[in-house]
């Protein structure tokens, strides 16, 4: 059997799909099918890739940055300090942990997609219906669907009666879409492939007959998980930034270390173990040991803010990449709109008429076109009537809040109904229905038979415009609603048409020939899914922000285009299709994306390619989605975002992010706070790399100029332990700085350390060294003993990073202000156990014997606050010099 062929199945008339398939409405025989069997194989979807837990544990530690800190601990190992060796190695194992368990939850995501395969379907073998295993159907093989079935693999419709299905998890669209036996054209998008059904979709109504075409990894969902499988997991900015640091860092210390130990054997005659001692107090007094785990703190307390503002955050260094989202890819249906169908227009024979409100609460009211007073009540009744009885859908309340049991565009009639002052229960109590013809894509309309309360017998019709244009005669109004569907289309509505016939003698049947004449229209509905009005305010909030937002759909274009108009997506949007988007190279669509802001009738191919493209040139891009369809372009995406209400499991397993309320102004608020974290990140960099700094350097010139080292070894050590895990810590709870929406996105290949903050670093550095020195040999020519000018060095350091605390608190503003001064409870939490500690090196005996410190007196306390409130008032004119100069803009901040 050849099913290969240029034409694709949905185009194929149902006999001649059998006929590729060399198949029959009565199926395939058992010996055909194990012989396919063996030939296609099982149809079920492979298991993923998976890497041995042990070796996923063991990448951990590839890293220049675990290096890094291996460094250290060694360093403090052969100081004899084995209590920080230990705290250094227990951040490393931890952070292995964590990033062993994140993997091993994300690989999971192909898991969750070869669950949504049906364990059993309903064929015909042989011209005998029986129940198999899934991964025993094979091509040819004749599928029976009823309404509740998974769909268990790709299949050719041959028959379908008011069939209905749910294909959301590929096409995202909630509605469900209409099926038929009837080819399709060739150029159509899955959604509109309306002669088709795909493995993992759900039949919502009715009863069809297909024929298998593809099984396993050639169906539309086993395509998506080979997708999946073939997307390389990206590397965070923050985590490229950080290696790339690290790997430099640690060049230049160990090689400065070498070169320093060399001169001081070589040049200044020291002991070679006195001058290593000397060596390696001066490489971990220059490492900043704890600035990973302070790091890994300020990500964590993102995730915490975050959570609050409904953004779940499944992989830690998500956190700081959403501070450099520069593109947004978001769908429409349930994220930018309410995903609750309304009505909006009512076009009757002589007017129009809007409907207020938004949903399913049916609060609101009609009025006419371009009038205040609401239209007389009779207006609009036969219309509404007509949608209340000619509708199979509840709306229900609950605690506050309306939902649809049925149909949404039905639930929406209900709705309007209301609005109009028709209660849909005593309507219906009034209307007895007699008979239906269900709604069928074959004849696209849905006609129900009723008597009256005077005894008068009414079949009432609601249906696709088109359709029921053929049972009218009248020419006027023929073209009448031409001229509405397109002003309703035009619009991005989904409309509806209603008419109704009335008979002369009473009826107990309906049947297709009593529609044939006689048929009175009465109007048309236009329906659309209301934006959210907070998406509204997010996106004018990413537009500030220069985030550039993409609405990518299944919808049609012309829906899409209205509601990006509505929600002022960007200044002039342009829509492009799929089909449109297949025709160009890689090299077009990666100029063309930045420019369209409308991506309609998209499939799982089209999105990522979309993401791809966007991340050629140079984008970092948040991607939202919620099926199975969006899975490989949400693990493509820096941060993709899946939706935690409607969101399929194979969605939220591929994210690193999930909304627990769907909506788009959450991630805009994620973004905010990516932000945040990601200056907090700046400010521990920008506080540990100078406090580090100025204590190499006066030890790197007591070892040049031959003088005694201003601080021990055991003193440095003390000093990185004690402001490491407060003062450093304290910036990581830092709130957001006013105007952090109002910059545009930092660049992906930004230095971690900006030209600014270098030189913040060298300012710094040199700053405290001067410090160092001068308070250390003042002292010695002042009489004190050495212990005593040590422990003078000791305390000034410690002020003095005290006094730059709260100069690094406001990177973009001056510190020097009420705000500034009184901290945050963190600050001041921070610095009251720091005083305490340093209270305790200088006064407490026990200390004093193992620091070799010695207590100060009031003068020398007065001395070092005074000196400290020099520094901050220092750098703050330095801050404020540079920014009059225009120098933070060059220089970047």
């Given at each position: 059997m050849d099913i290969e062929s240029d034409l694709p199945w949905h185009v194929l008339p149902p006999d001649e799909a059998l006929a590729r398939l060399e198949s029959s409405r009565s199926g395939l025989d058992r010996d055909e099918v194990e012989r396919r069997l063996s030939s296609f194989g099982p149809n079920s979807l492979p298991p993923?890739?998976?890497?041995?837990?042990?070796?996923?544990?063991?990448?951990?530690?590839?890293?220049?940055?675990?290096?890094?800190?291996?460094?250290?601990?060694?360093?403090?190992?052969?100081?004899?300090?084995?209590?920080?060796?230990?705290?250094?190695?227990?951040?490393?194992?931890?952070?292995?942990?964590?990033?062993?368990?994140?993997?091993?939850?994300?690989?999971?995501?192909l898991a969750a997609i070869r669950d949504l395969i049906s364990p059993h379907a309903t064929v015909l073998r042989g011209g005998v219906r029986e129940t198999v295993d899934v991964a025993g159907l094979v091509p040819g093989d004749i599928l029976l669907l009823e309404a509740g079935d998974r769909v268990p693999a790709d299949a050719r419709i041959l028959r379908a009666r008011n069939l209905a299905v749910d294909e959301s998890l590929l096409t995202g669209e909630s509605l469900t879409a209409a099926k038929h036996e009837h080819a399709v054209a060739h150029d159509a998008a899955l959604g509109d492939q309306a002669s088709m059904v795909f493995s993992g979709t759900l039949v919502a109504t009715g009863q069809a007959t297909a024929a298998v075409t593809s099984t396993g990894t050639a169906t539309q969902i086993g395509r998506i998980s080979g997708m999946l499988n073939r997307v390389e997991v990206l590397t965070t900015p923050l985590l490229r930034q950080i290696n790339s640091f690290a790997r430099w860092f640690t060049l230049f210390i160990f090689l400065g270390a070498a070169l320093?130990?060399?001169?001081?054997?070589?040049?200044?005659?020291?002991?070679?173990?006195?001058?290593?001692?000397?060596?390696?107090?001066?490489?971990?007094?220059?490492?900043?040991?704890?600035?990973?785990?302070?790091?890994?703190?300020?990500?964590?307390?993102?995730?915490?803010?975050?959570?609050?503002?409904?953004?779940?955050?499944?992989?830690?260094?998500?956190?700081?990449?959403?501070?450099?989202?520069?593109?947004?890819?978001?769908?429409?249906?349930?994220?930018?709109?309410?995903?609750?169908?309304?009505?909006?227009?009512?076009?009757?024979?002589?007017?129009?008429?809007?409907?207020?409100?938004?949903?399913?609460?049916?609060?609101?009211?009609?009025?006419?076109?371009?009038?205040?007073?609401?239209?007389?009540?009779?207006?609009?009744?036969?219309?509404?009537?007509?949608?209340?009885?000619?509708?199979?859908?509840?709306?229900?309340?609950?605690?506050?809040?309306?939902?649809?049991?049925?149909?949404?565009?039905?639930?929406?009639?209900?709705?309007?109904?209301?609005?109009?002052?028709?209660?849909?229960?005593?309507?219906?109590?009034?209307?007895?229905?007699?008979?239906?013809?269900?709604?069928?894509?074959?004849h696209r309309f849905m006609a129900s038979l009723h008597r009256g309360p005077r005894g008068e017998h009414v079949i009432f019709i609601k249906g696709a415009p088109e359709a029921l244009l053929a049972m009218v005669d009248d020419a006027g109004v023929k073209e009448r609603w031409r001229s509405q569907i397109e002003r309703g289309g035009a619009s991005g509505e989904r409309l509806l048409g209603f008419a109704m016939k009335r008979l002369d003698a009473p009826r107990e049947r309906l049947d297709f020939p009593d529609l044939e004449a006689g048929v009175a229209p009465l109007g048309l509905m236009g329906f659309m899914d209301p934006p959210r009005e907070?998406?509204?305010?997010?996106?004018?909030?990413?537009?500030?922000?220069?985030?550039?937002?993409?609405?990518?759909?299944?919808?049609?274009?012309?829906?899409?285009?209205?509601?990006?108009?509505?929600?002022?997506?960007?200044?002039?949007?342009?829509?492009?299709?799929?089909?449109?988007?297949?025709?160009?190279?890689?090299?077009?669509?990666?100029?063309?994306?930045?420019?369209?802001?409308?991506?309609?009738?998209?499939?799982?191919?089209?999105?990522?390619?979309?993401?791809?493209?966007?991340?050629?040139?140079?984008?970092?891009?948040?991607?939202?989605?919620?099926g199975v369809n969006d899975a490989p372009s949400l693990k493509q995406a820096d941060v993709g975002t899946a939706m935690g209400i409607k969101g399929t499991e194979a969605a939220r397993q591929a994210a690193e992010m999930v909304l627990l309320d769907d909506n788009f102004a959450s991630i805009v608020a994620a973004v905010h706070e990516g932000r945040t974290v990601y200056d907090n990140i700046r400010?521990?960099?920008?506080?540990?790399?100078?406090?580090?700094?100025?204590?190499?350097?006066?030890?790197?010139?007591?070892?040049?100029?031959?003088?005694?080292?201003?601080?021990?070894?055991?003193?440095?050590?003390?000093?990185n332990l004690v402001t490491a895990a407060t003062l450093g810590l304290v910036l990581a709870f830092e709130p957001p700085e006013p105007g952090v929406m109002?910059?545009?996105?930092?660049?992906?290949?930004?230095?971690?350390?900006?030209?600014?903050?270098?030189?913040?670093?060298?300012?710094?550095?040199?700053?405290?060294?001067?410090?160092v020195l001068s308070i250390f040999f003042g002292m010695l020519e002042r009489g004190a003993d050495l212990p005593t000018a040590?422990?003078?060095?000791?305390?000034?350091?410690?002020?003095?990073?005290?006094?730059?605390?709260?100069?690094?608190?406001?990177?973009?503003?001056?510190?020097?202000?009420?705000?500034?001064?009184?901290?945050?409870?963190?600050?001041?939490?921070?610095?009251?156990?720091?005083?305490?500690?340093?209270?305790?090196?200088?006064?407490?005996?026990?200390?004093?014997?193992?620091?070799?410190?010695?207590?100060?007196?009031?003068?020398?306390?007065?001395?070092?606050?005074?000196?400290?409130?020099?520094?901050l008032l220092f750098l703050e004119g330095e801050k404020l010099l540079m920014r009059k100069l225009g120098v933070f803009k060059e220089l970047g901040t």
């Open positions: 993923p890739k998976t890497t041995h837990p042990a070796l996923r544990f063991l990448a951990q530690f590839n890293s220049a940055l675990i290096y890094f800190l291996l460094a250290a601990a060694v360093a403090a190992g052969v100081l004899g300090h084995l209590v920080d060796a230990g705290v250094i190695l227990a951040v490393v194992i931890v952070n292995a942990i964590v990033g062993h368990v994140q993997e091993g939850k994300a690989e999971r995501a320093l130990f060399a001169f001081a054997v070589t040049v200044r005659g020291f002991d070679w173990t006195d001058a290593l001692v000397a060596v390696v107090a001066l490489s971990v007094g220059a490492m900043p040991e704890g600035l990973p785990a302070v790091i890994t703190v300020t990500l964590a307390i993102g995730v915490q803010r975050m959570a609050a503002r409904k953004a779940v955050i499944r992989k830690l260094p998500a956190v700081e990449t959403l501070g450099a989202v520069s593109v947004i890819c978001t769908d429409k249906t349930g994220t930018l709109t309410r995903n609750e169908m309304t009505v909006r227009h009512i076009y009757l024979g002589g007017h129009e008429l809007v409907a207020s409100g938004t949903g399913y609460r049916p609060e609101g009211e009609l009025k006419a076109e371009g009038q205040d007073d609401p239209p007389p009540t009779g207006a609009a009744a036969d219309i509404l009537r007509c949608g209340v009885l000619c509708n199979d859908t509840q709306l229900r309340e609950k605690e506050g809040e309306w939902s649809v049991e049925g149909d949404p565009m039905e639930g929406a009639l209900l709705a309007v109904a209301i609005k109009g002052s028709l209660s849909p229960d005593q309507c219906r109590d009034e209307w007895e229905r007699l008979d239906e013809i269900p709604f069928d894509a074959a907070e998406a509204v305010a997010a996106l004018a909030e990413c537009r500030s922000a220069g985030v550039m937002v993409k609405m990518i759909t299944g919808d049609h274009a012309a829906t899409a285009l209205a509601i990006a108009r509505q929600i002022d997506l960007a200044d002039d949007p342009q829509v492009v299709t799929g089909p449109e988007l297949e025709r160009l190279s890689d090299k077009e669509l990666q100029s063309l994306v930045r420019r369209v802001s409308v991506f309609a009738r998209a499939t799982p191919e089209h999105k990522l390619r979309i993401v791809r493209a966007l991340q050629a040139g140079g984008a970092i891009v948040a991607m939202t989605g919620d400010k521990v960099i920008a506080w540990t790399l100078p406090t580090n700094g100025g204590e190499t350097i006066a030890v790197v010139l007591a070892i040049l100029a031959g003088f005694t080292l201003p601080m021990t070894a055991t003193q440095i050590l003390w000093i109002s910059r545009p996105p930092r660049q992906p290949d930004a230095p971690l350390l900006s030209p600014f903050l270098l030189w913040r670093v060298v300012l710094v550095s040199v700053l405290f060294a001067a410090i040590r422990t003078m060095v000791v305390n000034m350091l410690i002020v003095a990073e005290v006094a730059y605390l709260f100069n690094v608190r406001f990177l973009h503003m001056r510190s020097l202000t009420l705000p500034g001064a009184m901290g945050t409870p963190a600050v001041l939490i921070a610095i009251t156990v720091v005083v305490l500690a340093q209270l305790a090196f200088t006064y407490l005996p026990v200390m004093n014997r193992l620091f070799d410190s010695r207590p100060l007196s009031l003068t020398h306390g007065l001395a070092i606050i005074g000196v400290g409130a020099a520094v």
